[in-house]
Structure formats: C-alpha cells, structure tokens
C-alpha cells in the first residue's frame, strides 16, 4: 500500500508543477500586455502634450513656434522646437540657415516599449483608405507641426505604436486642436 500511495504523491506534484508554470506563463504574458499597453499610453501622453504646449508658446510668444521631429541614426525619435525669425513660419530651409530659431534643443522620445513607427499587423488607416503600413508614421511637412500666433496649425498626424497595438494623434488645422484615436485590437476608439 505504501507505493501505491508514494505514486499518488508523485502524480500530485507533478499536477502542482504543472499548473504553477501555466499561471507563470499567464501572468507572465499579462504582465507584458499591461507593461505595453502603459508605455504605449506614456508616449501618448508625452506627445500630446507637447503638440499642446508648442500651440500654448506661439500663442504666448505671439509667433510661428513648431515642433520637428528627427529620427537618429539608431532608430530613435527627438523633437526640437523652432521658432520663426522671418514672418514666414517655420521652415525647413530657415532652420539649416539659422533665420528660424532653436528655442528648445532636441529631446528624445524615450519609452522602452512604445516610439514613433507603425506596427507590424496590417491595422486599417483611421484617417485613409487602406493600412498603417501604407504610410509614413508622421504626415506633417518636413516632419514639423508648426503652430501660428492664433493657435492655428500644420494639419496632419503622427502614430505611435508598441509594435502591436497604435494610437494615431492627430492635429486639426483651422483649430489647433489634438485629438488622439486608439486602435483596440478591432477598432478605432477616439478619446483623450
């Protein structure tokens, strides 16, 4: 009776082993979805913000300011911001002739798991017809989002993604408004 009942013992354990590894991989995969999904809602908010503060300092310095982003050689994003020297908004050319001005060096956009860029799966486009990968991940001229003294802005948008999941923000011309619209695994949600 006594092997009989080290067999059951055997059988036990291993039972435990093998629902303690199945609730480590199920934790293990929730853990990255949630680490994700708050990087992915970290960059949100990082470039958000500033889209609306950029707006906030033309409108205070009473001129053209924009926000151009670059991406390095490693694969990274930075944004600077410039402001306009010569009454005809922020360009690309003033800038490499030093008419337009600096007035906050380059910053990097760093989230471990979320940047500038379009995700792998074929998500449809919010904002034209077809998929995210048809398109370039920031859609404002010269990579600038240029804001006027009336709060007025550059139209166009950028994504962000965790390689999964994307969030387009977008800036509306006329307004100067930023709306952000989130990809949910099926659907587009709009919402701050």
Same mark, same amino acid.
């Given at each position: 009776?006594?092997?009989?009942?080290?067999?059951?013992?055997?059988?036990?354990?291993?039972?435990?082993?093998?629902?303690?590894?199945? !609730?480590?991989?199920?934790? =293990?995969?929730? !853990?990255?979805? %949630?680490?994700?999904?708050?990087?992915?809602?970290?960059?949100?908010?990082?470039?958000?913000?500033?889209?609306?503060?950029?707006?906030?300092? =033309?409108?205070?310095?009473?001129?053209?300011?924009?926000? $151009?982003?670059?991406?390095?050689?490693?694969?990274?994003?930075?944004?600077?911001?410039?402001?306009?020297?010569?009454?005809?908004?922020?360009? =690309?050319?003033?800038?490499?002739?030093?008419?337009?001005?600096?007035?906050?060096?380059?910053?990097?956009?760093?989230?471990?798991?979320? %940047?500038?860029?379009?995700?792998? =799966?074929?998500?449809?486009?919010?904002?034209?017809?077809? %998929?995210?990968?048809?398109?370039?991940?920031?859609?404002?001229?010269?990579?600038?989002?240029?804001?006027? $003294?009336?709060?007025?802005?550059?139209?166009?948008?950028?994504?962000? %993604?965790?390689?999964?999941?994307?969030?387009?923000?977008?800036?509306?011309?006329?307004?100067?408004?930023?709306?952000?619209?989130?990809?949910?695994?099926?659907?587009?949600?709009?919402?701050?």
């Amino acid at each position: 009776m006594r092997k009989h009942q080290q067999g059951q013992t055997l059988i036990e354990l291993m039972a435990v082993v093998a629902i303690a590894g199945l !609730i480590t991989t199920v934790a =293990a995969g929730l !853990i990255g979805f %949630t680490t994700r999904r708050s990087e992915l809602r970290a960059a949100t908010s990082e470039i958000r913000a500033l889209l609306v503060h950029v707006r906030a300092v =033309a409108i205070a310095h009473d001129r053209n300011v924009a926000v $151009r982003f670059k991406q390095t050689s490693s694969g990274t994003w930075t944004w600077a911001l410039y402001e306009d020297g010569d009454g005809d908004g922020v360009r =690309a050319d003033d800038i490499s002739r030093n008419v337009d001005l600096l007035i906050q060096p380059a910053r990097e956009l760093f989230h471990r798991r979320a %940047t500038i860029g379009i995700p792998a =799966a074929p998500i449809p486009d919010p904002l034209a017809s077809g %998929t995210l990968g048809l398109r370039l991940p920031i859609r404002f001229s010269s990579m600038m989002c240029s804001f006027s $003294r009336q709060g007025e802005a550059t139209n166009g948008s950028l994504v962000i %993604t965790d390689g999964t999941d994307a969030v387009v923000i977008r800036v509306h011309g006329t307004s100067g408004r930023v709306s952000v619209i989130r990809w949910d695994g099926h659907l587009w949600q709009t919402g701050a």
